[in-house]
């Protein structure tokens, strides 16, 4: 195995699932998704392990758009629990906190925790990136919100832990690599995206051709399309394992539907 690529940098979420899905293999950050999609198509690196969806803010939108783009696709995919912790430099109390720094989506999960406390939200591009800077500032009045064990690495002191919104704030991450898919024999959930006619009843003519032929329906998220208010509509569907499996709910395309692309077929771990 070669280079597995993700978005931000040592210590973050995304570093730690890369070392879940791929231990002892060499990890490279990136500083946004589009780099790290580059990376996969110029061959710097031969994988690359992205946030897609997180249980309390939904999709990240700049990972369905790139794999709509095509060249790459899902060959796996992995949870997450996030439970962020307020990090600060040593013997801070959170009295002195004023700001909050960390990457979007984190303080998008802390949305209201950090509102009722009168803490002022600060975008970092990366969980870990946004503990450094905090560390490097070493003011009372700056913390920051992501990993513990980021943290810790930096010299930072924990002042609160389980800083979310809800309990079950857990981020869903998929592998990627380049080229079209591939459907291994255990892979019993896919993803597609495609678009419909305009006309009155054509996703719901999409929707109840998969669920006649066998699909379970995860998850839709609906995106701008290529011209003016037209759309494409991102499904997963779990289905029975393997190529065969995959065929009979995808072949031939629904009726209704323009320019469906496959992203991927994996084995399901969300369902």
Do not use: C
Request: aromatic share 6%; net charge negative; no cysteine.
């Amino acid at each position: 195995m070669g280079r597995v690529g993700y978005q931000g940098e040592p210590g973050s979420y995304s570093h730690r699932a890369v070392a879940e899905t791929h231990p002892g293999t060499a990890a490279i950050g990136f500083d946004g998704f589009d780099a790290a999609f580059d990376a996969l198509t110029a061959g710097d690196v031969h994988r690359l392990v992205l946030p897609i969806e997180n249980s309390t803010t939904g999709s990240v939108l700049e990972v369905l758009d790139r794999l709509a783009a095509g060249g790459a696709s899902i060959i796996a995919e992995h949870r997450v629990e996030v439970r962020h912790a307020l990090l600060a430099v040593p013997g801070t109390p959170p009295s002195a906190v004023e700001r909050v720094h960390s990457h979007p989506e984190a303080l998008a999960q802390a949305r209201r925790t950090l509102r009722e406390r009168g803490w002022q939200p600060v975008l970092s591009h990366d969980t870990a990136g946004a503990i450094r800077l905090v560390a490097e500032r070493s003011s009372p009045a700056d913390a920051a919100l992501g990993p513990h064990w980021a943290g810790e690495e930096h010299g930072l002191e924990v002042l609160e832990r389980d800083v979310v919104d809800l309990a079950h704030n857990t981020t869903r991450f998929v592998v990627l690599q380049a080229g079209p898919p591939s459907i291994a024999p255990d892979a019993d959930k896919s993803s597609i995206v495609f678009s419909t006619r305009h006309q009155p009843g054509a996703l719901a003519e999409v929707l109840a051709s998969l669920a006649a032929r066998g699909a379970d329906l995860t998850r839709i998220e609906s995106r701008p399309g290529p011209t003016p208010w037209t759309y494409r509509f991102f499904v997963d569907l779990v289905h029975f394992p393997g190529p065969h499996g995959a065929a009979a709910v995808l072949e031939p395309a629904p009726g209704g539907t323009l320019e469906l692309s496959h992203l991927g077929s994996y084995r399901a771990v969300v369902r």
